[in-house]
Structure formats: structure tokens, C-alpha cells
T-cell receptor
Framework: EAQVTQNPRYLITVTGKKLTVTCSQNMNHEYMSWYRQDPGLGLRQIYYSMNVEVTDKGDVPEGYKVSRKEKRNFPLILESPSPNQTSLYFC???????????FGSGTRLTVV | GDSVTQMEGPVTLSEEAFLTINCTYTATGYPSLFWYVQYPGEGLQLLLKATKADDKGSNKGFEATYRKETTSFHLEKGSVQVSDSAVYFCALSDQGGSGGSNYKLTFGKGTLLTVNP
């Protein structure tokens, strides 16, 4: 089944403790992206990648890092999480502009 | 920059009622347009899309037409069901960023639809 898999689904952590949210797609998509969803703000792009070793900032990159060492994986790294990063995070992948993104099921992160 | 404006919710309808969720957009180029649906506790699912003017996207009884002259992409369904209760997002795609390499979706704020039996 074609899908984007992200883990974990739920995570509660403390301020400053580094964490990684994994994302993997099995569709051989070149484009991958991370979004965060917040009430009243909708979905905002954090980082994107157009291929292996090619990543760049989206609209809200502060406090996040990504890497794309393999085509299928695009982990999101929070080196020192803060409470304002409490959010619902989605990983997504796409073939290209006209195809739309396929989204993962989401990771609900709470930073206390 | 690009933006998407969709009608604020919540929208509450009775089963078999007609649904319209308005969506208008602002874009510098010729974007592709999408409707996504998010059921409670789940991720976003692509509902339908249109890639050029006058295209009609359709799926599961929903449809939307890409109207370039009015910069609109309104979502419609003739007869809603309880199972259609969800949040609906209008979105456009753009290749922005440096060198045009960022394939980015710009979303509206979402419209919560509740369908009562």
C-alpha cells in the first residue's frame, strides 16, 4: 500500500530534550515536506526537500532541522524543543506540482 | 505571496442537504488547486484536484471547478451523509522559493462540516 509513515503518533517530552520524528514513504517520491498544524493558524510548511541531500526552509523553520540521506526517509529533528513547538506535525510526499501531497497520519507533540 | 481564503465554519447540515464550501485564492502564477479532507484523529487525504482553468475535479460525490476568472475553487456535494463530517481544506500548489524548487502547498484555514442524521 502506498503510504507515508511517521512515528511516533504521540509524544510528550520535556523542554530541551532532543527528539526525532521519523518519516518514510514507499512511493519513490522526490518531494517531501514537513508541516505543522495549529488551531487558528492552519498548516504551515517547516522544511521541504526536492531530492536526496537537497533540503531548504519553509515558512517556519526556526528550531527544526531535517536531513534527506535516502530518498524514502525525511526525519524531523528538534535539537532543543520548547513549549511553542507543541503542535500536530505532518510529513508529506509528492511526485510533483500537479499531483498533490500524500500525508502521513500525524505526530502529536507536547513539550512541557 | 500566495494565499487561500475559505469560508469560516463550522457548517452544520442535515443528511441529504446540499453542500457548498467557498474557496478563493491569490497566486502569482498558474497554480494547481486541491481539496483535502481531514477526519477526526487522522491525517489529510486528497479529495480532488484540478490543474488548469475550467478543469473539474470530482471524487466521492464531491466536485469543484477551477475558475480562473473568479479565482475560485468552490467545493460542492449534492447530498451529504453523516460520514462526510470532517474538516475540509482548500489548497493551492506553487513552485516558490529560491530557484523555484519548493513545491509548497498553501492551505486555507479549514472548514469544519458536521452532518446530522
Amino acid at each position: 500500500e502506498a503510504q507515508v509513515t511517521q512515528n511516533p503518533r504521540y509524544l510528550i517530552t520535556v523542554t530541551g530534550k532532543k527528539l526525532t520524528v521519523t518519516c518514510s514513504q514507499n512511493m519513490n517520491h522526490e518531494y517531501m515536506s514537513w508541516y505543522r498544524q495549529d488551531p487558528g493558524l492552519g498548516l504551515r510548511q517547516i522544511y521541504y526537500s526536492m531530492n536526496v541531500e537537497v533540503t531548504d526552509k519553509g515558512d517556519v523553520p526556526e528550531g527544526y532541522k531535517v536531513s534527506r540521506k535516502e530518498k524514502r526517509n525525511f526525519p524531523l529533528i528538534l535539537e532543543s524543543p520548547s513549549p511553542n513547538q507543541t503542535s500536530l506535525y505532518f510529513c508529506a510526499s509528492s511526485l510533483g506540482v500537479g499531483d498533490g501531497y500524500t500525508f502521513g497520519s500525524g505526530t502529536r507533540l507536547t513539550v512541557v | 505571496g500566495d494565499s487561500v481564503t475559505q469560508m469560516e465554519g463550522p457548517v452544520t447540515l442535515s443528511e441529504e442537504a446540499f453542500l457548498t464550501i467557498n474557496c478563493t485564492y491569490t497566486a502569482t502564477g498558474y497554480p494547481s488547486l486541491f481539496w483535502y479532507v481531514q477526519y477526526p484523529g487522522e491525517g489529510l487525504q486528497l479529495l480532488l484536484k484540478a490543474t488548469k482553468a475550467d478543469d473539474k475535479g470530482s471524487n466521492k460525490g464531491f466536485e469543484a471547478t477551477y475558475r480562473k476568472e473568479t479565482t475560485s475553487f468552490h467545493l460542492e456535494k449534492g447530498s451529504v451523509q453523516v460520514s462526510d463530517s470532517a474538516v475540509y481544506f482548500c489548497a493551492l500548489s506553487d513552485q516558490g522559493g529560491s530557484g523555484g524548487s519548493n513545491y509548497k502547498l498553501t492551505f486555507g484555514k479549514g472548514t469544519l462540516l458536521t452532518v446530522n442524521p
